[in-house]
């Protein structure tokens, strides 16, 4: 399988609820990272997965949380919804770590009202 | 506190012509480089990415400079192409597995 795909594409949920989105990787790739993307900015980093261990977090509170599976898919759960987690969700997959390996998903757009 | 910051939210080219893209970031740490261009409705793809123990790399039609002493750096398009128009956003880590930080972006348009 190439490529990473991500779902769902769109996603509306109610504040104070919680989310899973999930992310498939490539056949090989160790290591997974998810960004969020607000409205008008660059994707901004939560946390790191490699071979089923979090690996690096970025500043983001522990609500968000995620799995990584031997058979190569993850999910980031959030908790707690609220209105400014409201964003596009990309997952990120390498085989390696290396940053120029990184294979994006299209990313789950998620609308918190 | 933007580490990593691209000024231009916008670019117009005519096609054949040089595209210029600029990034500016604040953390001396960063030491690794990368230019990623995304199309509506797709992630962002991997351009090309630099060492800061290089001051040049290139790839076909895309050359990325890096100036060290100004925090600067700009990826320059070579003729500029239709196809190009995409946002196109820099990054930046500590060593080439750090985590990536992003600017906001640069949406090029190059007009036939």
């Known amino acids: 399988e190439t490529g990473v795909t991500q779902s769902p594409t769109h996603l509306i949920k109610t504040r104070g609820q919680q989310v899973t989105l999930r992310c498939s990787s490539q056949?090989?790739?160790?290591?997974v990272s998810w960004y969020q993307q607000a409205l008008g900015q660059g994707p901004q980093f939560i946390f790191q997965?490699?071979?089923?261990?979090?690996?690096g977090r970025g500043n983001f509170p522990p609500r968000f949380s995620g799995l990584q599976f031997p058979n190569y898919s993850s999910e980031l759960n959030v908790n707690a919804l609220e209105l400014d987690d409201s964003a596009l969700y990309l997952c990120a997959s390498s085989w390696d770590r290396m940053n120029y390996g990184y294979t994006f998903g299209s990313g789950t757009r998620l609308t918190v009202v | 506190d933007q580490q990593v910051k691209q000024n231009s939210p916008s670019l117009s080219v005519q096609e054949g012509r040089i595209s210029i893209l600029n990034c500016d970031y604040t953390n001396s740490m960063f030491d690794y480089f990368l230019w990623y261009k995304k199309y509506p409705a797709e992630g962002p793809t991997f351009l090309i990415s630099i060492s800061s123990i290089k001051d040049k790399n290139e790839d076909g039609r895309f050359t990325v400079f890096l100036n060290k002493s100004a925090k600067h750096l700009s990826l320059h398009i070579v003729p500029s192409q239709p196809g190009d128009s995409a946002v196109y956003f820099c990054a930046a880590s500590i060593g080439s597995q750090g985590n990536l930080i992003f600017g906001k972006g640069t949406k090029l348009s190059v007009k036939p």
């Open positions: 997965y490699y071979r089923e261990e979090e690996n």
């Open positions: 056949s090989g790739h160790n290591t």
